[in-house]
Nanobody, 120 residues
Framework: QVQLVESGGGLVQPGGSLTLSCVTS????????MSWFRQTPGKEREFVAG??????????NYAGGVKGRFTSSRDNVKNTIYLQMNSLKPEDTARYFC???????????WGQGTQVTVSS
């Protein structure tokens, strides 16, 4: 059974930092590209950051609004991805989801999300 479990969300003041984690199981982690998305009520889920499969180079990419502030990484031994978020802004407030995507079969899986609220 595939599982993706996010954690690390919470309430933080503007300018603060948080680190999100997504622990996975049930699939061959190192062959999947892993990404972070976020969503606010009434809006579509949007891409935040991604880390490619190490079998394909493990490249990272970021949405323009978070580049330079967020860092995504993966631990292929712990089957976990991370999102280090610095210099947080109120507009970063959202529910954050991790996603696994397997390019070989075109399958993907989502976690249940973790809430991040940036407010003073």
């Amino acid at each position: 059974q595939v599982q993706l479990v996010e954690s690390g969300g919470g309430l933080v003041q503007p300018g603060g930092s948080l680190t999100l984690s997504c622990v996975t199981s049930g699939f061959t982690f190192r062959t999947y590209a892993m990404s972070w998305f976020r969503q606010t009520p009434g809006k579509e889920r949007e891409f935040v950051a991604g880390v490619g499969s190490p079998t394909l180079g493990g490249l990272t990419n970021y949405a323009g609004g978070v580049k330079g502030r967020f860092t995504s990484s993966r631990d292929n031994v712990k089957n976990t991805i991370y999102l280090q978020m610095n210099s947080l802004k109120p507009e970063d407030t959202a529910r954050y989801f991790c996603r696994a995507y397997g390019s070989e079969r075109g399958d993907f899986y989502w976690g249940q999300g973790t809430q991040v609220t940036v407010s003073s």
